[in-house]
């Protein structure tokens, strides 16, 4: 069937309901988890005397509607029955669809000179089928234009139908509250790294996203990190046709302290969301972070040797504030411009906890692990085996300057290590720590035997 442009010749949009609900003029307190988010906002509700249905719009359209709270400033005011009514979408094929039964015109291209059927609208498969006034029937496969007297009834937006019970009329403010999907937020973390490689600075963004369906002006936002258990379902993912670019705010400041097990992060004033919007707000900044540098070998992780910058998230080396989880880029300063030197991911990080980010692989340095003698010394009663092996590390170093390497061993089973060069430490049950120091553009080499079973 010829793909036909729909005009309307009146357009008479219904909303259904004999009542409805007012936002006030302050913006919504949004709070936003990793994916979702608890909106509160103060609605003045329309009630008449005894039941009445009221309409309560301006809602997002990933609410969940079995959330929803209000807590009316009257006691007398109950809601006796919630409806939820999603948005609609218009198309040609619908609306035809919702014509059936109904007149329209329909204008058929026939030479120099269009033609223009009216009548009832009979069905709309392989063809329109069209019943004039005077009875003939018409079946029209290609046509060119269809016009409606009027556009049917739809929903724009969400809506929730509420059957409310009063014992007056009159105007009753309360708050109303819902979880809505599609509003999250994330936090990514700079550090420079300085030419000494001792101190770093560190700035972070909080970016918010919003496809939740609707805009919160001037909101309060508080952001939430931490583990919430949940059972529900995840919100559904609210499709939408592009990704806003990322907008760069003013720096805002930002409250942070405990609330019950989490930590909650409050902007000390609103930001608008807009619907289809990712917002970046500046989060933290540390200018002089005390940070080491250090080498390790594990061979259970990676064949190569990693760098890790360790620091303290305290005071004393320059931050001390509950750090939510994100990503980290970490960028070195050269002489006369940056290098970005890695990427890591930082955990949920309360202050006075030590943090280790692992940028990436020394390329200068190199390590091999090679198992040099395994031998059974020993079997008990019930067959169980005594294995005696030795293993080498080989260590070299094609820098100019000396270097220290950790080496990490993990071992299995009941073990004991019987000869060591140079001395290990401890660290638990299952793992041991060489200090390993190798000169510039030279070699050094960790040797072990231990025994273990199983």
Known sequence: ?????????????MVGGVGGSQQSAVGPNVTIYSDLALIEELRVLTVSQGEGVHLVEDLPEAIWPNSVVFRPSEPSVRILEQEFLPAQTISSSGLLESYIGREVEVTVARGLVPKTYRGTLLSIEDGLVLQ???????????????A???LPDYRKEPALSWRVQSDSARDIQGHLSYLTGGLGWSAYYTTILNEAENQMALSSWVTLSNHSGREYKDARLTLIAGELRRVTPPPPVIPYEARAELAPAPAKDIETRPTFEYHEYKLSRPATLKDKQTLQLSFLKSDAITVSKHYVYEATVSPQVRIEIRFT???ASGLGVALPAGTVRLYKE?????????EDTLAHTPKNEKIT???GMAFDLKAERVLKDRQVIDRDQYGRETYRETYEISLRNQKSTDVLIEVRERLQGTWKIVSAEPNYEKLD???VLFQAPVKAEGAAIVTYTVEWKY
């Open 132 to 146: 004039e006034s005077f009875g003939k029937v018409q079946l029209i496969r290609e046509y060119s234009e269809i």
């Open 1 to 13: 069937m010829k793909r036909a442009s729909l005009f309307v010749v009146l357009v008479a949009l």
């Open 334 to 342: 050269a002489a006369d411009s940056l290098q970005l030197i890695g």
């Open 313 to 315: 998230n305290d005071e």
């Open 357 to 359: 980010l692992a940028p």
């Open 148 to 150: 409606l007297a009027k």
């Open 429 to 431: 049950a299952n793992t």
